[in-house]
């Protein structure tokens, strides 16, 4: 049964870092592009990154690239997105997700629909 479970979510004050986590289970993440996706009170929801199984590309949507990075534990099967110089709108429910082999991509950025998704975590900025 595959399964993903974020963790590291919280408060975190502008210009702070943050790392989430995401363990998953029933299946090897060699084979599936892993990616984040948030959203937002009231906003659509938002690719943020992904990494592509096929051949290892990272993805990032305009609004974190530069500030977010995308990477795994192969031997953990847990990957993380590292958040750096966070702002009020990086604000939302992040979502883990998971989908076959490669990345969708939308104008050439990370989409948010995948095959399988966690449960979500609060990420919160603000002084």
């Known amino acids: 049964q595959v399964q993903l479970v974020e963790s590291g979510g919280g408060l975190v004050q502008p210009g702070g870092s943050l790392r989430l986590s995401c363990e998953a289970s029933?299946?090897?993440?060699?084979?599936?592009?892993i990616g984040w996706f948030r959203q937002a009170p009231g906003k659509e929801r938002e690719g943020v990154s992904c990494?592509?199984?096929?051949?290892?590309?990272?993805y990032y949507s305009d609004s974190v690239k530069g500030r977010f990075t995308i990477y795994r534990d192969r031997a953990e099967s847990t990957f993380y997105l590292q958040m750096n110089n966070v702002n009020p709108e990086d604000t939302a429910v992040y979502y883990c997700a998971a989908e076959t082999l490669m990345c969708t991509l939308v104008n050439g950025r990370p989409g948010w629909r995948y095959d399988y998704r966690g449960q979500g975590t609060q990420v919160t900025v603000s002084s």
């Open positions: 990494l592509s199984a096929s051949d290892g590309s990272t």
């Open positions: 029933g299946f090897s993440l060699d084979y599936y592009a």
